[in-house]
């Protein structure tokens, strides 16, 4: 029997603020399928969601009938490495099932992309055969975050802190989409790297 190919895959990763999901969407409109983790982590914490009674066990009074309460957990967690990576152990085998999933359903397809944030911070980049990170000066990062809803520049260095930085992961890219250029650039650059995935299969 033949052996069957897998698809190509792309493992999309950028820090905050630098345009991913608007990366990610276009690799959708290019037709190329797209699993995100961060959706992902929503749903395995979410109403009904796998992770929820291990999360509760570990950390009882953090979940109820809509899901995980995200600010009673990340007061649980906050500042305490070894809370978060209780927590860690519990959130990323189930989102690496649904990871499993999403390629067994996409089999099929010439390319996909794994849109995962903390790719490099992890093993995630040992699974994927390209890395494309996306980037944007730090002036055009810090203003788009800081225009969000809610987000402040105290919150903004929280988030950074846990984040390799922009320059580290570009080191390790084999492939960096600018979103700082405009859509079109931005665009022409992700067309041009789904080709290239399409035809590496």
Do not use: C
């Not at 290019?30 to 992902?40: E, K, Y």
């Amino acid at each position: 029997m033949r052996h069957q190919r897998r698809p190509f895959r792309i493992g999309l990763t950028g820090s905050i603020g630098m345009g991913k999901s608007t990366v990610a969407a276009m690799f959708r409109r290019l037709g190329i399928p797209v699993f995100d983790a961060d959706r992902a982590v929503r749903q395995v914490q979410g109403p009904g969601g796998e992770a929820l009674p291990a999360i509760e066990a570990a950390f009882p009074g953090t979940t109820g009938p809509m899901g995980v309460d995200r600010e009673k957990l990340g007061a649980s967690v906050f500042g305490n490495p070894q809370a978060l990576r209780r927590l860690e152990r519990i959130v990323h085998p189930a989102v690496a099932g649904r990871q499993a999933d999403f390629l067994k359903r996409q089999r099929s397809r010439r390319a996909v992309v794994l849109d995962v944030p903390l790719l490099l911070e992890g093993e995630g980049w040992r699974h994927v055969d390209l890395v494309a990170v996306v980037s944007a000066p730090a002036r055009v990062q810090r203003a788009r975050v800081l225009a969000r809803p809610g987000m402040s520049h105290e919150k903004l260095a929280r988030v950074l802190a846990h984040q390799m930085p922009d320059r580290a992961k570009r080191a390790l890219a084999d492939m960096v989409i600018e979103t700082g250029r405009g859509r079109l650039e931005t665009f022409r650059a992700v067309r041009f790297l789904a080709r290239l995935a399409k035809g590496r299969r």
